[in-house]
Structure formats: structure tokens, C-alpha cells
């Protein structure tokens, strides 16, 4: 085709508009293919995401040792266990200890095992970081990890909790390969249809161009209606007849439309990106009951699904009295509480207008008030505690004082005795304000520890010394195992004492007269254990989770004739917390306790 010739043939409206649909299908195709294969990408993705953590949770829940509290001491059985899964080819398997050095337990790459998960090129450090705040992370191709890019594998850090912290990590990695395989295809496809669609558009476009000259005007006059409201046609022309005409009309409308639908996305896309990542659940409601939107808190709250669409039967699994009539009684405004899973949730709730400026529904917001409202419940009880504990030596102060001075001064024998009970309840008063100024400054980390190498043995020995009198006054029999004399800890002298005094002191005062204490020490990993042992009176199961809380007793009425303050337990348990140290109870009604004190060996 010479110049001359194509010049006059795309002077034409003919193949102008064939040219014109030429490129709108192509652009179209395009568009849509790409869309479609993106779409198919991250589908396979979001699968394989979920695959790989539905594996993981499937090898904790089959995996016993997995389950336990305590990886470094399991983990040849940990290792036994990953052996047994079924591990494919194109996956790797790592279990890794959350430990300073985030070591690799176990896995199913052994030569790694042992090795710090931080210095192995074959975990990502960054999404094993991101997983140590307690949500699962993972990463797919083409993100750079460790200095390369590497579109072949999906990694996953699964944090496993133990005692409300996290314990380890499953780390998991497979070959993705076959998704992008998968993809390619599909691209070749949506290619060929494409080409295909042209071919097709090219011989409808010679005969639709045919019938197009004719109404020109008429369409023309429709472009005009369009610039109304109607937006359901695009073209791209550039030319001063008829058509140029259209497509001025036209493009005058996409840009007032590209202007307008703009602002309405950022708009939309703010407010959904807020309500996505709001820590407070939000749940829009319109004024017949269905759901609108619902943020990822929400949904979890209320467990919904994608189907549900019901307001009331969503809330009437966690709150009946939040019942769309209940609130409409309330005119749509109010606030209630929510607490589920251990958790509280303060509810407000308020109407929102339509475009009548009628009420069209009710938003709610879920607010998270957990913490505030545990340490409100534990100030309170913190207080009454006091209250009580400082009311009972006051009252008895008082009431001998003023039996005293109505006379009783008189009788020397009666005053001393009066006196000597004062002096008790003075001191006992003493010992409680002493215990709460000790654990105002460790909740302060005000005390400053002196830590220093101490010798096992010694220290035992010093406590003995000073509860010498007890055991003797109760004939308790101490059987005392031999404590090897090149057993050290680094330990606060006062702090590591003051353990032993409460400890031991409680296991002589809970044991009847002439039974047995026993105490032990051994090495475990690593670690000292001091076992306290004695055949007293025991701990119910349903208290021993609880006894190291502060005033907390088991007789209340008999540890307070003993002259308790119900706050040594929670003072050792806190001194050891400051030293890397433990302390568990094992303990059976009436067959006596054992407290075990774990502390880190020096060697």
C-alpha cells in the first residue's frame, strides 16, 4: 500500500472505525487477560498460602512432641516426628526454637540442623521477624530475601505458642514452580484467544463500518444524551468529521467521569484500607437487617461468614440483647459490653443517614478494652485486698487499746499480754507494708540486683540456719539431700535467700508436727533445680495456677493465724522472674507440696 493510497483510506470513516475497534478490542483483550492471569497468580498464591498453613497446623496437632511446652528438651523426638511426615520433594520442613540464636531443632533438611535460622541462606530473616509478633508471615516471588530473587519458592514462619509466648517456630518452604507454569499457559491461551477476537473484530468491523455513515447525526445527537448520564460506550478519535465530532462528546464525558470516579475510589479506598486495619471491629448495618461491611475484627468476633448476610443471626451467637430491635428501642444509639474468648469489647453504636436523610442503618464499632479492663478489675481487688489485710491487725490494735485504757492497765499481767498482742499485729502490719514496697519497686524496676556467684550449698545451709527454730518447734523432720559443693548460680544473695526463706518457711508452717521436709538439688540441662518438699496439708488443683498471685491464699482463714500476708509466693515468684529463673508446684490434697526452682547454672 502506497502512502498516497493509505492517506486516503484512513481518511475514511470506514477504516477509521475499523482501526478504532481494532484497537478497543485488542486494549480490551489485553486488559482482560492480564486481569485474568494476575487474578489466576494470586488465587494460586492465596491456595498455596493456605495450603501451607493448614500443613503446618496439621503436623502440630499430629506432632506430640510438637505440642509440649519445652523444644530443646524434645527434640529428637521432635525430629522422629518431622521424619514420619510426609515431606514432599519440592518442600522443606524447620523447626526452630525461639531462642536468642533462633536455632534449628529439627527439620527435614538435616545438614541445617543445629545451625542458627539466622545465618542459613535457606530461611528468609525478614519473615521470620515479622512472624516473632505473633501472626504468621509469609512471602512469595519476586520479594528479595538474603541478596537474591528466587521466584521458585513460598515461604511460611509459623509461631507456636506456649504459656501465652511463643515457644518456636514452624518454618516451611515449597517449590512453586508449577503455579507459574500454570500461569504461563494461561497467558498463552488468553494470547491466542486474543489474536483470534482481532481477527474476528477486523471482518465485523468492515461490515458494521458499513452501516455507520448513514446515522452519523443520530448517534451524534446520542453522545449528547450520553453527556447525561449514559456511559456505556468509549472511543479514541482524533478528526473534525462526524465521528471526530463523537469522540470529542465522548472524551469530554470520560474525562468529567475519570475525574469524578477517581475521587469516589480514593475516597472508597480510604476508608476501606482504614476499616481493613482498625484494631476496633466495625460493622455497618442497614435498616432491614443485613450486613453491609464487616472489618476483619468484626468478622472474627462474630464469626462470620461470606454468606452470612443476616445481622441478627450473626449477633445472637455472642450478644442476643444487641439485636437489631433492641437497638431501634434505643433509637440506634447506645453503648454496651461484650467479652468473649477471655476477651472485653466495649460496644457503641450509632445511626447513619441515606440520601433522603432517612436513618439507614446502624454503625457499630467493637472496641478492645481487655487490658483496661483486667487492670481496673485487679486495682480494685488490689485495694479491697489491702483494705482488709491492714483492717483486721488495726481493729485488733484498737480494740486492746481501748480494753487498756478502760482500765486493764491496771492488771500487769493482762496490759502485757494486751501489749504482746499489739506488738504482734504491729509487726505483722510491718512484714505487709514491707512485702508491698518490695513489689512496688520490682513492678518498678526500681530494685537493683546485685548478682553474684553463690554457692548452692552455702545458701541452703543459711536458711536452714534461720528456720531452725520452727522445724525445732514443730519436731519437723528435715531430710536434707547432699548438695554438691561445686554447684554455683549467679544470683542476687538477698534475692536468692529471700526465695528459700518463703518457700521453705511455708513448707514448715503447712506441715503438721513431726512430718517431713525435704530438699534436694540436682543439675538438668544446663540448670539447677532445688526441689522444696513436704507432706502437709497440699494445694487443691483448682488453686495451684493460682497461689503465686498476690493475697491470694488457699485457707484464707488459717494462713492469716499463721500470720501470712498471702504475698511471699508472689514475691519469689517475681525475684526469680528477674534472675531467668522459674517456679512450679506440683502439690495433691493431704500428700503434701513440692515447689521446684529452676535457675541457670554457673559454670
Known amino acids: 500500500m502506497t502512502p498516497a493510497l493509505g492517506a486516503i483510506m484512513f481518511k475514511s470513516i470506514k477504516w477509521r472505525f475499523v482501526l478504532i475497534y481494532f484497537l478497543l ?259 455497618t448495618v442497614d435498616a432491614a437487617g443485613s450486613i453491609v461491611h464487616a472489618n476483619p475484627v468484626a468478622e472474627r468476633l462474630l464469626s462470620l461468614k461470606k454468606e452470612d448476610e443476616d445481622y441478627d443471626s450473626a449477633i445472637v451467637r455472642v450478644k442476643d440483647k444487641m439485636m437489631l430491635n433492641n437497638l431501634k428501642k434505643n433509637n440506634y444509639h447506645g453503648t454496651d459490653i461484650l467479652e468473649q474468648n477471655g476477651e472485653t469489647y466495649n460496644i457503641d453504636y450509632a445511626p447513619f443517614m441515606n440520601n433522603k436523610n432517612e436513618i439507614g442503618g446502624v454503625i457499630i464499632v467493637f472496641k478492645n478494652i481487655t487490658e483496661q479492663y483486667k487492670i481496673d478489675k485487679l486495682q480494685k481487688e488490689f485495694v479491697a485486698n489491702v483494705s482488709h489485710e491492714l483492717k483486721t491487725p488495726i481493729t485488733t490494735i484498737k480494740s486492746y487499746t481501748e480494753t487498756l485504757l478502760d482500765g486493764a492497765l491496771e492488771e500487769r499481767q493482762i496490759a502485757v499480754d494486751f501489749l504482746t498482742v499489739i506488738n504482734s499485729e504491729s509487726d505483722r502490719m510491718a512484714r505487709l507494708v514491707s512485702d508491698l514496697l518490695r513489689l512496688s519497686r520490682m513492678d518498678y524496676s526500681k530494685t537493683k540486683w546485685k548478682k553474684e556467684n553463690l554457692s548452692l550449698s552455702d545458701m541452703v545451709s543459711q536458711v536452714l540456719k534461720k528456720l531452725q527454730i520452727q522445724i525445732k518447734n514443730k519436731n519437723i523432720h528435715l531430710q536434707l539431700g547432699k548438695i554438691p559443693e561445686d554447684m554455683h548460680i549467679l544470683f542476687d544473695r538477698d534475692g536468692f535467700e529471700q526465695i528459700l526463706l ?83 508446684i506440683k502439690s495433691e490434697i493431704n500428700k503434701g507440696t513440692e515447689m521446684i526452682i529452676k535457675i541457670p547454672e554457673l559454670f
Open 25 to 283: 478490542v485488542f486494549l480490551s483483550m489485553s486488559i482482560v487477560g492480564i486481569y485474568i492471569v494476575d487474578q489466576l497468580e494470586e488465587i494460586q498464591l492465596e491456595m498455596n498460602s493456605k495450603n501451607m498453613d493448614s500443613r503446618i497446623r496439621f503436623i502440630i496437632a499430629s506432632s506430640d512432641p510438637l505440642k509440649s511446652n519445652m523444644w530443646e528438651d524434645k527434640t529428637e523426638e521432635i525430629q522422629k516426628s518431622i521424619n514420619s511426615l510426609q515431606v514432599g520433594y519440592n518442600e522443606d520442613l524447620y523447626v526452630i526454637l525461639n531462642d536468642e540464636k533462633k536455632t534449628i531443632i529439627a527439620g527435614s533438611v538435616e545438614e541445617v540442623i543445629g545451625q542458627s535460622a539466622l545465618n542459613t541462606n535457606k530461611i528468609n530473616n525478614y519473615i521470620l521477624a515479622k512472624s516473632m509478633d505473633g501472626n504468621p508471615a509469609h512471602i512469595a516471588p519476586p520479594d528479595e530475601f538474603d541478596g537474591e530473587k528466587d521466584p521458585s519458592y513460598y515461604h511460611m514462619s509459623y509461631p507456636v505458642y506456649a504459656d501465652g509466648s511463643i515457644k518456636g517456630f514452624i518454618y516451611f518452604v515449597n517449590n512453586i514452580e508449577y503455579i507459574y507454569d500454570t500461569v504461563n499457559e494461561s497467558r498463552d491461551i488468553m494470547s491466542k484467544a486474543t489474536l483470534i477476537a482481532l481477527a474476528i473484530t477486523i471482518f465485523l468491523g468492515l461490515i458494521l463500518s458499513s452501516s455507520i455513515t448513514g446515522p452519523i447525526k443520530d448517534l451524534t445527537a446520542k453522545a449528547e444524551q450520553m453527556s447525561k448520564g449514559d456511559f456505556d460506550h468509549k472511543v479514541d478519535v482524533k478528526s473534525d468529521d462526524e465521528i471526530g465530532q463523537l469522540g470529542n462528546t465522548f472524551n469530554f464525558l470520560i474525562d468529567e467521569l475519570k475525574g469524578t470516579m477517581s475521587k469516589l475510589q480514593q475516597e472508597k479506598s480510604k476508608m476501606e484500607t482504614t476499616f481493613k486495619y482498625m484494631a476496633d471491629g466495625v460493622l
Open 502 to 584: 518463703n518457700i521453705a518457711g511455708n513448707a514448715v508452717k503447712y506441715t503438721p508436727e513431726n512430718g517431713n521436709v525435704y530438699i534436694s538439688a540436682y543439675r538438668e540441662d544446663n540448670n539447677v533445680v532445688v526441689s522444696i518438699k513436704d507432706d502437709g496439708i497440699g494445694i487443691p488443683p483448682e488453686d495451684q495456677s493460682r497461689v503465686f498471685e498476690r493475697f491470694y491464699r488457699v485457707d484464707k482463714a488459717r494462713t492469716r493465724d499463721m500470720g501470712g500476708t498471702g504475698l511471699g509466693l508472689s514475691i519469689a515468684k517475681q525475684i526469680a522472674d528477674a534472675h531467668d529463673s522459674t517456679i512450679a
